[in-house]
Structures are given as C-alpha cells and as structure tokens.
C-alpha cells in the first residue's frame, strides 16, 4: 500500500485496511477494570456499562413486536369465557416424551428469573432481564441483605432464598432454589479454603473494614459462579430435555457464548445487555403441563387461601387483596418454609425431606401441552394472562410469527387441526388475524415427538423460546467478555464449567444434587442424572443405547452417613481388627482389576502380602538394592530436570513436578512390571512420565480414596480403561500373551531383551521364579505388580510431604546430621526422621473402615454397617501418647506407635517403603546448599478441603479441580565453577 501510487485504488485499499483494523476491536469497549463492574450488581444494572439501565428490575418490559392487526378491547371475547372455552383442561394427558414435573419445576424457577410483574404498574419488570438467580437472591440491595451472614466469609444463612412467589408454587420450584442456596455456601467455603490470591485471611483476624472488604468478594465472586452453574444446567439438562437430545445419549449442548467474527471481520455482538419483552412474558405460561399431584397440591393451597370457593368466583381483586394479607404476614426470610416443612436448630432443611420433593416430582408425568390441557385451579392465573396481554396492546399471533420469520396461519384449522377447537376459536374470534398471541400460543397445535423435539409445545413457542434463550445469555456480559478464570478464579472457573462427557450425557443436574444432597441420592440412579424425564420414560432409552446396566431405575433410598472416630485407642483397635472391621476397597476394586493379587484391596491381603514382598526383597541386602536405585534415579532426574539461572552457579528444579513424581513410578514400572517409560534415551517405551503418573493416580483415587459422587461413575470407566493397558503391558513383560503359568523360558528371554544389564536381568527373573514357585499364576502375578504400582503415586505424595518439611533449614540440618553420623548399614535414626515427619503431615488424613458386627470399641459403640472414617492424622496427634505431639522430634520411640492407613506401608511394608524414601532424601540432599526456591515457586500450595475429610491437603490440578496429587514446588542447589 505504502509503494501503490495514489489514486481511487490507493484509497480502497488503505480504506479496507482501516476498517479491518478498526474492526478487530469491540467500539465502544465491552467491559472494564474495577470492583464495581467485576460482580453483578442485586438490581441487574450495569449489566452494559454503557446502557446500566438495561434490562435493571423496576424498569418497563421491552416490546419486541410491532402490533400491526387491530384489536380493540371491547371487541376482545371474555378472558373467563375464553379459558373455559379454549384453555380448562378437559382431561389429563400425559406429556408424551416423558418429561417429569421436575422439569416443569425447574423450568418455573428459569421464568421467575427473568419475568416479574408489578402488579401496581404492569408495564414495570421487577426482576432483572438477565439469568442471574434472582429468586434466590433478591432483585435489590435491602433483600439480597436479608439473606446473608455477613461473617466475612461471603457465605448465605442456611437454605435461604428471596422470591416469596415461589412459594405459591409447587415445592419442588423451592427445592431446586435451596439447592443452588447450599451451593453458593459450598463455593464461598472452597474460595476461602482455597484462597488462590492469597489475600483472604480468618475473620476474626481481620479489622472491621478488611472483614467487610473480604465479605463482598468472596460472596460475589460465589454468586458470579452459582450464576454460571445455574446457566449450566439451563444448557445442559433443562436444553437437553427441551431438544429431546437426552432420549438419543446425545451430549451437544448449544453453546452461545463465545466470540464470533462476522464475514466482514466484524464482531459479532454479545455482552450487550438485555430488556426482557412483554411477548416473551407470554410466551412462559406454562399452565397446561401441570401434573396431576402438582394440581391436587395447588387446589389444596387455592382451598385454604379461598376455603368455600371455586376458581370461577374469584377476581383478580380478590387476588391482590388476598396476596397484600400473605405478603404482610410472612416470617422474616430465615424463616421460610413451603410444603410445611420443619426448618432445623441451624436454620437448614432436612435433606431427606427435600430429597423426597425431588424424587416424588421426577416420578410424577408432567402433562402434554395443547388446548383444553390447563387445570381448572390456574383459572385466575389464564384470565390475568389474557388480561395482561391485552393491557400491553401485545401483537397477534400471526404478528408473531411474521416477526420470527415463520408463515402465518390463514386459517384456524391450520392452528390447530382439531376441528372442535378451530371451530370454537373461530366463533370467539372471528377471524385468524384476531387470535391473540397469549391463546394462540397456548392453544396452538403441539409438535410431536420427533428428533429435536423434546419439549412438545406448540410450533410458535418451541421455535421463541430457543431465541430468547441467546437472548438472555449471549447479551448477559458475565456469560460472555467477564466469564473468565481471572474475575471467578482458576478454581471457580472450572467448577462450574458442564462436563460434556460426564455421567448423565454430560448433565450438570446430577452435580449439583449429589454435592447438596449426598446421602439421599445415589451416583448411578436416574434420579440423580435424569430428574427432568420420570423413570419409567428412561428406562426404554438406556435399553435402546446398551447402558440401562449402567444406569439404577430403583427409588433412592437414604445411604448411612459417616461417623468420624478420632481417638488413639479406638483408631488403632478398629485399623488392626479385621475381623470386626472391613474395608470398602476389595468392593471398588472388583469393579475395575478381576481375579486374586491385588493384595492391597485383598480379603486375603496380608497372606498375598507377606508371599509377595518375601520375593521382591527376601533379605535386607536386596530391600538396600532397591532403595539404591531411589537414590540413584533421584540424582538423575533432579540434574536431567534442573535449568540454570543466568549469570549465577545456581540451579533450580520442580522437585514435585520433575522428580518426586516419577521417582516411584520409575521403580515401579521399570524394576517391578518390566514396563519400560518413553524418554529421550527411550522413545519407544510403553507410556509417558506423566500419563503413568496419571493413570495411576486415578486408578489408586478410585480404589483407595472417598471419590466425590458425581464423577465416581467417569473416574470407574478411566480406572478400568487403564487398568486393563496396564496389564496387557504386564503380562507381555511376563513372557508374552496370558497363560495359566509363567513360562521361565519365555520370561527370562523377554527380560533379556528388555535389558541390557545382568544383574538387573537376573534380578528381576529371581524375584518372579520366587512368586512362580509359590504357584502363582499370571493372572495374580500381574495384580499384585499392578498394586505396588498403583501404590507408587502414594510414595511420591508422601516424599512431597516429608521433603517439604526437610526445606526447612533447621530439619535440613538434623537430617544431614543423622545421615553423616550414622553406620552406612544402619537406617534406624533415619527411618526415624521419616515415620516422624509422616506423622506430622501424612499423605492422607484417614482411611474408611465398615462395622461388621455391632460391637464396642474402647468408649465407641458402633452399628452393623456404620461406616467409619478413622481420623489417623489427629489420632497421631495425640499428646498422651505422643508429647508436645506438634513438635518435631525423631526420637520417639517405639516405632510401632505410630499409626498408619492402607497404603504404601501396607503394600511394601516398612522395611522397603522406609530405605526407598530415606534414599531419596540422601539423593537430594547430594546437592550442595540445596534450599526452596524464591517466592511462591518455593511454597507447596495446597490448602484443606472439608469436601474431601480424608485428604490432609487437597491441591489443583492443571484443570483446576481439586485432587490428592501435588504438581509443583522448586528447590534451588549450587552447582561450584558451573557455567550458565
């Protein structure tokens, strides 16, 4: 362009180039910087920074349609006359894909939204036009006070919520709120827990204005992730059942929010605000499909508001009054209740009690749409429906339907084909032109039930409601340019973000109510991942899909809580009474390993033990061996991983991330399973470092740990999927494809092609000669290698663990003392150090145990079938037993005081699992001056999570959800005349 001569193509091109650029930039800018822009505001102003009225409660209804036929009011048929003409249900008919009234329930909590009418002034919204959870927390500042605790933990008063109109309806509508009320405390606690900045503190330490301050973030960053839950499950369950995707398996989801260019390289608009319309408001009276138990609640709600009268002789000045006297006699918000319900001494409902609404709506039918479907009881509701679309001067049908660019209808007959109803719509209102959209939408031919088609409403409203719902959202800026990781958190971000390949095709539904209602559903149950279709209507589809095995058809009942044992004497009886006591994993691990070995989650665990780990180390020279290959694959790693800082004799390396993490798996894999990992020296080995670390860390989550319920259905399939890799790459190690024995010829040949070293060679043939000779076939072999590998991950947690307590500088220092003074054969004083540390901060903070038998245990009584969570971390803690129990001192004694869990002690025992770690620890400590590194690369950063007890720490994943598995900490070593 520079080089082009002037002239009328100079300037094309120069003009093309400007707008392209100008283009590439949103004008005027879509959000901003600041606390006041970052939360949604209590009134929904704001919302378009540039137009902060829009769409804000209290502001008039928007009118999306010009009104081109006429339809003078005293030429209008009676709204009472046309209910009970064209509207009063005659029969009930079931809905004919199976949608449950849940869904009706959950789809009433969507419209109470967004639709407020002042009954005052019928022009004027009071709720916001945006999906911001309104009904639970309230359309202005002095309601959405009402409901908050205000302790500087961001956190709601128990089982609160703000709209009063919901409790006029159904209960199930009041359920569902509860639920998201619960879930923002669940967030508010997680942030706290989690504190990914670093900058909230505890309460009570915080000045008046820090406690105000750190209230109002942590309670809108909750509310801006309960939100997008909210939306969540609105375009995952609520559109999966309205599009009929849930009958075919089918995990799409519309997903609205994203950036889009134009063809002209323009932006496409979001985030631009939103006023909801008076046609829309229409659109939503969803009356017909009330099931039968719904209606017989509402007409015994009608009998005690109106006792003596029926729907027809009440006006809608019976109603305003009627509602003035309820309004005026409501107990403050905390107070609440529906379905008379009992609150509980902490203000919350009783999950069984709110479970029960939920389980009873999903198996109730709802019913179909269409003409004569409304129960006589919503009388008053259609009459001032009608009233108010008339009071709006809202278009015609056919005016609607010009306006969404469908064909208008020129006759009654090809409204609604069933004569009786064309005809008597004909006779109320003359001609089509005349029918007006509130009672053409209602009594409107349905669409059958087809692909794409769920809902099964009239053509007019299945067609509206999938625009107004990118409507709602892509205009709504805190789903679209403020929906980030920075404004929600990492943490928050990702939990709210709808799993496509979760259970349930994806539903973030069934999320939720396992997180709020965990012991009165269960995680396999329809209940849980289908409550918007009834049971009976599933069950034919998972049969059709080849997944009803995966899928539990029966009513939920309640599952027994857990009781927390704590005390020293009673954790130690129940963890060495096997008899009395089990454990949950030889269930867990049936499910994913088949056949004997997998000692570990074994009934027969200690004898399998005892055989297996006399041949992997039947003497005390070959438990040094292994722990000399820990040192050296230590020192290895941690130089092949280092990186140099410029300019300086200095080295850093992610000790977790780069070296703990693999040390184990290395061991593992390639000295007991003969699996060999991919690396540079080894690009064809079997799997990568961190997919094995992977792989096991799901497997041992599932088998070992207490799996949050939603995604224990997903982690199974993970677990059996790697599993059965694994063992494929086993039992190929082993001398080739499955047989009932090892072949010694086969096996040694194989291992002499996997390694070039004798002794490793001859070593590892001993070892599994020893297990051959006790009879094992290959089978069992191949379980017990795949538990001491699935063990490894829990080594390098606990090498974190201790190694982060070796970093500080005096425990560095007594450390490498022992390690100098002491005989080269005698690990005692360092076995010590570690049992020691591992006490103070274990891997896990406890494991599960089930009562067999009622029985008594020191002070505890215990039930058949009471499960048990044995609190080992502050049994350990215990000052009787151990004094000033937090301080560090290795010299306690005896060692067997010390109590432990399932885990890696369990599966290779004291003597190996002890050498191996101490090796380690020498092997870092090789290094000079080794130390943290700066900053926050130096800190191990997890935090205590109370939604998972038997975890000491929780961390984050590169995908931000919670796990056992630590990813990162840097320690810096000097490297003497090292060049950078």
């Given amino acids: 362009m520079a080089f082009h001569p002037p002239g009328k193509i100079h300037d094309l091109i120069q003009t093309f180039v400007i707008k392209f650029l100008y283009d590439d930039l949103p004008h005027p800018p879509a959000t901003y910087l600041g606390d006041k822009l970052a939360f949604r505001t209590a009134d929904g102003s704001y919302n378009n920074p540039d137009v902060p009225d829009l769409g804000k409660a209290g502001t008039p209804y928007s009118r999306s349609v010009q009104q081109a036929n006429p339809q003078p ?327 609607f339907r010009k306006f969404l660019g469908l064909k208008t209808y020129e006759s009654f007959l090809e409204w609604n084909p069933d004569k009786e109803i064309a005809d008597a719509a004909e006779k109320l209102y003359g001609h089509i032109d005349n029918l007006e959209l509130y009672v053409g939408l209602q009594a409107e031919q349905t669409k059958p039930v087809v692909e794409g088609a769920g809902l099964c409403p009239g053509y007019t409203i299945s067609r509206a409601i999938l625009s107004d719902a990118i409507a709602l959202t892509r205009g709504d800026r805190f789903y679209t340019q403020d929906y980030t990781p920075f404004n929600m958190t990492a943490w928050g971000f990702a939990d709210c973000q709808r799993d496509p390949n979760g259970f349930g095709f994806g539903s973030t539904l069934g999320r939720l109510i396992l997180r709020t209602l965990p012991n009165d559903f269960t995680k396999n149950s329809v209940y849980t991942w289908f409550p918007l279709m009834t049971p009976d209507a599933m069950e034919p589809h998972l049969k059709k899909l080849k997944l009803l095995d995966q899928y539990d058809l029966k009513r939920p009942g309640v599952t027994p809580g857990t009781s927390a044992v704590e005390g020293y004497v009673e954790v130690g009886e129940i963890l060495k009474d096997t008899s009395k006591f089990g454990t949950e994993y030889a269930a867990r691990a049936k499910e994913v390993i088949k056949g004997k070995g997998f000692y570990t989650a074994s009934e027969n665990g200690e004898e399998e033990k005892k055989e297996f780990l006399g041949a992997l180390a039947p003497s005390t020279e070959a438990a040094d061996a292994i722990g000399k290959y820990f040192f050296k694959k230590t020192t290895e790693l941690i130089k092949v991983k280092s990186f140099s800082l410029v300019g300086e004799n200095v080295r850093g390396v992610n000790v977790v991330r780069d070296v703990l993490k693999y040390v184990p798996i290395y061991w593992a894999a390639t000295e007991v399973a003969g ?233 290779l025992g004291r003597e190996i699992l002890s050498r191996a770690i101490v090796q380690v620890l020498l092997g870092i400590l090789s290094f000079d001056n080794v130390r943290r590194g700066p900053g926050q690369s130096g800190k191990l950063t997890r935090f205590k999570d109370a939604a998972f007890p038997d975890l000491q720490f929780a961390y984050l994943n590169d995908q931000q959800f919670a796990t056992a598995w630590p990813s990162s900490l840097i320690i810096q070593y000097d490297v003497p005349g090292a060049s950078s």
Wanted: glycine share 6%; charged share 25%.
């Fill in 675 to 907: 699996i060999r990992i991919k690396s540079k020296e080894s690009p064809h080995g079997a799997f990568g470092e961190q997919e094995l670390y992977d792989m096991l860390g799901e497997i041992y989550t599932y088998v070992f740990l207490d799996v949050e319920q939603s995604k224990y259905m997903v982690l199974q399939e993970a677990a059996k999927g790697h599993v059965e890799k694994l063992l494929h790459h086993i039992k190929g190690a082993l001398g080739g494809p499955v047989s009932n024995r090892i072949s010694i010829a086969g096996l040694v040949g194989t291992i002499s092609g996997m390694f070039g070293s004798k002794s490793k060679k001859d070593g590892r043939v001993d070892f599994l000669k020893r297990l051959f000779e006790l009879g094992h076939s290959t089978d069992q072999l191949a379980n017990s290698i795949l538990a001491v590998m699935v063990h490894s991950v829990e080594i390098s947690l606990g090498l974190t663990n201790i190694v982060n307590i070796l970093l500080d500088a005096d425990q560095t220092a007594s450390f490498r003392s022992q390690a100098e003074d002491a005989d080269a054969k005698e690990f005692a004083g360092l076995e010590a150090y570690v049992l020691e540390a591992l006490r103070l901060d274990p891997p896990f903070r406890g494991v599960y145990r089930v009562a067999k038998e009622n029985t008594t245990v020191g002070s505890l009584t215990v039930t058949k079938g009471e499960r048990l969570f044995l609190n080992i971390a502050d049994a350990n803690l215990n000052d009787d037993v151990f004094p000033n129990p937090t301080t560090f001192d290795a010299s306690r004694s005896p060692k067997e005081k010390y109590l432990r869990g399932d885990g890696a002690f369990k599966c």
């Fill in 73 to 399: 009011r005293n030429q209008m048929p009676d709204a009472g006359l046309v209910f009970d003409t064209l509207l009063k249900r005659k029969e009930f008919v079931k809905h004919p894909a199976g949608l449950s009234s849940m869904m009706f329930s959950f789809a009433a909590l969507v419209i109470h939204s967004v639709f407020r009418t002042d009954h005052k002034n019928p022009s004027i919204n009071l709720t916001s036009s945006y999906v911001d959870l309104a009904p639970l927390y309230g359309n202005d500042q002095e309601t959405q006070d009402k409901l908050r605790l205000r302790d500087g933990r961001g956190l709601l008063y128990p089982d609160v919520f703000a709209e009063d109109r919901l409790l006029l309806l159904p209960p199930a509508v009041c359920v569902i709120l509860v639920l998201f009320s619960r879930n923002h405390n669940y967030i508010a606690k997680r942030l706290l827990e989690i504190n990914e900045r670093g900058k909230w503190f505890d309460p009570s330490t915080l000045t008046e204005a820090k406690r105000v301050k750190q209230e109002e973030e942590i309670f809108q960053i909750s509310r801006l992730i309960n939100c997008a839950w909210f939306a969540s499950v609105v375009f995952s369950d609520y559109f999966s059942a309205i599009l009929g995707l849930v009958r075919y398996g089918n995990s799409w989801s519309l997903s609205p929010f994203g950036e889009i260019r134009n063809n002209d390289h323009s932006l496409f608009e979001r985030g631009r605000g939103n006023a909801c319309s008076v046609e829309f408001n229409c659109l939503y009276r969803w009356h017909a499909t009330t099931s039968v138990q719904d209606e017989k609640w509402i007409q015994a709600q009608f009998e005690k508001v109106f006792p003596g009268k029926k729907p027809e002789d009440i006006t809608v000045k019976d109603f305003y009054s009627t509602e003035a006297v309820l309004e005026a006699s409501e107990p403050d918000i905390q107070h609440w209740t529906f379905d008379d319900l009992k609150r509980q001494e902490d203000g919350s409902f009783k999950d069984s009690d709110l479970a029960k609404i939920l389980h009873d709506a999903t198996e109730h039918p709802a019913a179909a749409f269409g003409a004569r479907s409304t129960p006589h009881v919503m009388r008053l509701h259609e009459v001032m429906g009608i009233e108010a679309n008339r009071s709006w001067g809202v278009c015609s049908l056919n005016d």
